[in-house]
């Protein structure tokens, strides 16, 4: 009998376990707050991340990393990114052997750069063989009310990320798999920088041309860090890439673009972050992001914008035409150069 534990209970891990639970597995889902966990598990329902949506009897909420991760056959890691160590330093002593342990989170450590897999091979033994990523166009409230979509799993070993494919597949969340760890990961982590520009040119009402064009080169530029850092160009056209990048950047329902908008409309940064028990990771992000950006000596001209946008409180309206009135460049220059010259 296959039993699971999803570690964090925010809108994503609350979908998953209930994916998992309507699956018919035992589900243990852990919320970091003791009272939340007991009210949650009271009320048979996430009021605040995913209100209307009750809970299955297979569906258990705890406070205790025991019981969520000893002894499961999974667990999935859906933590805010920057707490995601520490969230499995705590687990670690229930962890047993042979437990699969899948990162559904999208952000990079600040501290570190590392991608959330990355940290798990840190701190689990024998990482290798039992981790992998799961990344794609997967706005929670939707997968929630299952609507259908899809998801790509990466594992550094393929029949992992078979085995995990297997056991998250249902009739409206169909899974790939892939061996393009980094690629998946770096996908799903930078299309949050590009979504809060899109919901910067939503908050300006610039119009669907501009929104196209700036999630193109949106995809360039985060391809170009991607492959730079490993990852396998075509990862960037598939559900992790381009998939993830359209769903977040065109709705509405996408806290990252939610914060664009905001942006957009002068609020400022601290504001929004103050105003919300919800991530958007794109943020943390874009200074990651830049970061490696010089390490890799890669140009990012978008996410450099939004980072002065982020800190420097630079207008948005006046970041546009910067942009705009850059040197001219061939469409695909830096993307063919990071492709003969990357390691994907
Ligand atoms: N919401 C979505 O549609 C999707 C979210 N993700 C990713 O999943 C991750 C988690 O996001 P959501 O589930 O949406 O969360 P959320 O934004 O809905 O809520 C944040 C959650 O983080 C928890 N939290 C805060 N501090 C914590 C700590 N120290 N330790 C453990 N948990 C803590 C809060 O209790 C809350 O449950 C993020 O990396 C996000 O990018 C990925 C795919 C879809
Ligand atoms: O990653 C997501 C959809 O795939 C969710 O995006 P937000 O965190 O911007 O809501």
Partial sequence: ????????????????????????????????????????????????????????????????????????????????????????RSLLPFLAPETLVVNASKGIELDTLKRMTEVLEEEIPNARARIATLSGPNLSSEVAQEKPTGAVVAALVPEVAIQIRTLLTTHYFRVYTSTDVPGVELGGALKNIIAIGAGIIDGLEFGENAKAAFITRGLAEISRLGIAAGANPLTFLGMAGIGDLVATCASPLSRNQQLGRRLARGEKLTEILQSTHSIAEGVTTTRAALQLAARYQVEMPIAELLGQIFFDELDPLKAVPELMLRDPKGELEGIMSAWVGGKG
């Avoid at 949650?40 to 605040?48: A, D, G, V």
């Avoid at 299955?56 to 991760?69: D, F, G, K």
């Avoid at 805010?80 to 969230?87: D, I, L, T, V």
């Fill in 1 to 88: 009998m296959n039993t699971m534990g999803v570690i964090g209970s925010g809108a994503w891990g609350t979908t998953l376990a209930l994916l998992l639970a309507k699956k018919g597995y035992a589900t243990t889902l852990w919320e970091h707050h003791a009272d939340r966990a007991l009210e949650t598990q009271r009320r048979r329902e996430n009021t605040e991340f995913l209100p209307g949506i009750h809970f299955p009897l297979t569906l258990q909420v705890t406070s205790s990393l025991e019981q969520a991760v000893a002894g499961k056959t999974m667990i999935l890691m859906v933590t805010p990114s920057q707490k995601m160590r520490e969230n499995l």
